[in-house]
């Protein structure tokens, strides 16, 4: 029986392919900078956090300008994600924005979520008074603690 000298390297390209197809989408990453023009200390952030203060109290109204490298990111003023602006592009002064130091909650957002903020809004209006009122306790509580 004769072989194909193509046929290992063949096979494993078709490998490698079905394996990169199968494999998840990158996560989304922001890296946040505590100075403008990505300056000063700085963290590579992968997940949300409801609350820099409780999660990353380092960065809690810290932050000065951020990197995406991938995703659209919800960057808010207020813990639980409120008063918040859409990124999906990298920002070196946050003070165009009134977030220089103002961030206390960010999180990577589904795309399709961009469609709820209107282009003419400067922050989205969501306002839960029973959310601000157990994030305030728990912000004590914390606070308290230590």
């Known amino acids: 029986m004769k072989r194909s ?54 960065f809690e109204d810290e932050i000065s300008s951020f990197e995406i490298h991938r995703g659209v990111w919800e960057l808010c003023k207020r813990p639980g994600y409120r008063d918040c602006r859409i990124a999906d592009r990298s920002m070196p002064d946050l003070g165009a924005w009134d977030l220089d130091n103002a961030i206390s909650s960010l999180r990577a957002i589904d795309v399709d979520e961009r469609d709820r903020y209107d282009e003419d809004d400067r922050y989205e209006d969501r306002y839960d008074d029973e959310l601000d009122e157990k994030i305030e306790e728990e912000v004590e509580e914390q606070l308290e603690e230590r």
């Open 5 to 58: 000298a193509l046929g290992l390297p063949f096979a494993v390209a078709i490998a490698a392919s079905v394996l990169l197809s199968c494999a998840s989408p990158l996560r989304p990453a922001i890296t946040v900078y505590t100075k403008r023009d990505f300056g000063g200390v700085r963290e590579t952030l992968h997940d949300p956090y409801p609350s820099l203060a409780r999660h990353l109290p380092a």
